[in-house]
């Protein structure tokens, strides 16, 4: 699923964040809604702060027991723990069944266990129960649950079916560039916001897509351009940040895309994706203990898919500061491991071997 950085960066929230931390550092009294409460807490989670995440949602539950978003917080934790039944228990212990995010919690939950026609059929009928008000932008929230969980087709159906029905509602236009990229369509994408480029032009997400379009093509210029648009419009877009830092690292302007990531972490220091890839504008600048810094806050997350990898790197970083002996014991790790990258690390004591690019974890 993706992040949505940028309601985490919004200044209220932000407030909200910085008064709840301090009620638990001086004990000052913070009043908060249990919405809010769970904005922090998937704020935690997002950082790889679990034991903060569970801390904060019971004590949102302490305050606000029948409160609705607490409870969608557990059931997701329950699905993402691989607990069907327990995260169905919770889920269907809501009081409100119809309340909108509950729809979506069950949506999730049928997409997540492998019953997606389920998810299908309820978010249809309940977007047709909707009157013209909500209906919109609900199908739009539809869509891009249908897309975060590798949908493409019944995405970009409905995402036409958004467009035909609400021509009015222009945040779509983005969606459906969204939708092309993912199906990696990348020239109807930027066809499809150049031809509306007036309707959309303060819009992040529509210079997002553009700016992705245009990366998966390797035109790094105009992505470089893209990237501009959005951060004219909010300098401090996480998005825009990370995908700036992307296209760099890409375009081997290490030292740019190496301060780009460093702004995204100032906000997001636990981002696995940013930590890694950072890591690697710190090893081709040379800056092999930088690298070590954050490599080893990834070798640390449980789970974590690229663990191989990111072992390798660690051993080819001590390698190159001529430490031998942990050297050695990354490189064991990462030999255990299902995929690393030691062939191409240390050609000389591990000759390459092919692998089948797509079944790579990241």
């Given at each position: 699923m993706?992040?949505?950085?940028?309601?985490?960066?919004?200044?209220?929230?932000?407030?909200?964040?910085?008064?709840?931390?301090?009620?638990?550092?001086?004990g000052e009294s913070?009043?908060?809604?249990?919405?809010?409460?769970?904005d922090i807490a998937e704020?935690?989670?997002?950082?790889?702060?679990?034991?903060d995440a569970d801390r904060c949602i019971q004590y949102a539950l302490s305050f606000y027991p029948d409160s609705v978003?607490?409870?969608?917080?557990?059931?997701?934790?329950?699905?993402?723990?691989?607990?069907?039944?327990?995260?169905?228990?919770?889920?269907?212990?809501?009081?409100?069944?119809?309340?909108?995010?509950?729809?979506?919690?069950?949506?999730e939950l049928y997409f997540y266990f492998n019953e997606s026609p389920k998810a299908f059929e309820l978010l249809m009928h309940y977007f047709q129960e909707l009157?013209?008000?909500?209906?919109?932008?609900?199908?739009y929230d539809s869509i891009a649950l249908c897309k975060d969980y590798g949908f493409g087709n019944k995405a970009l159906e409905w995402v036409l079916l958004l467009r035909h029905e609400y021509p009015d509602y222009v945040e779509a236009i983005a969606l459906e560039a969204e939708i092309y990229n993912f199906r990696q369509e990348y020239p109807k994408a930027i066809a499809l916001l150049e031809?509306?480029?007036?309707?959309?032009?303060?819009?992040?997400?529509?210079?997002?897509?553009?700016?992705?379009?245009?990366?998966?093509?390797?035109?790094?210029?105009?992505?470089l351009e893209a990237t501009d648009y959005m951060?004219?419009?909010s300098k401090d877009n996480a998005d825009g940040i990370m995908l700036r830092a992307n296209i760099l690292l890409d375009m081997g302007r290490y030292d740019e895309s190496h301060n780009y990531y460093t702004r995204?972490?100032?906000?997001y220091p636990g981002d696995d994706r940013a930590n890694y890839l950072d890591a690697q504008c710190l090893i081709e600048l040379g800056r092999y203990q930088e690298a070590i810094h954050r490599l080893e806050r990834l070798a640390a997350t449980p789970g974590y898919a690229m663990q191989g990898y990111v072992l390798s790197y660690l051993a080819y970083c001590h390698a190159q500061l001529g430490h031998a002996e942990q050297s050695l014991h990354y490189r064991q790790q990462a030999e255990r491991q299902q995929f690393n990258n030691l062939d191409e690390l240390f050609p000389d004591i591990y000759p390459p071997t092919p692998q089948d690019e797509d079944s790579l974890p990241f």
């Open positions: 993706n992040e949505d950085y940028s309601y985490f960066q919004d200044e209220e929230f932000r407030t909200s964040l910085a008064a709840y931390e301090r009620m638990l550092t001086t913070a009043e908060l809604d249990s919405e809010t409460l769970t704020y935690y989670a997002m950082n790889q702060r679990m034991d978003d607490p409870q969608i917080f557990l059931s997701r934790q329950q699905m993402f723990y691989g607990n069907k039944a327990e995260a169905w228990r919770i889920c269907r212990a809501i009081g409100d069944q119809k309340d909108r995010e509950v729809i979506f919690l069950q949506s009157d013209e008000e909500e209906a919109p932008e609900f199908l031809a509306n480029l007036p309707t959309v032009i303060y819009d992040t997400q529509a210079w997002q897509q553009l700016a992705e379009a245009h990366l998966w093509l390797e035109e790094y210029d105009d992505a951060l004219a419009i995204f972490l100032s906000y």
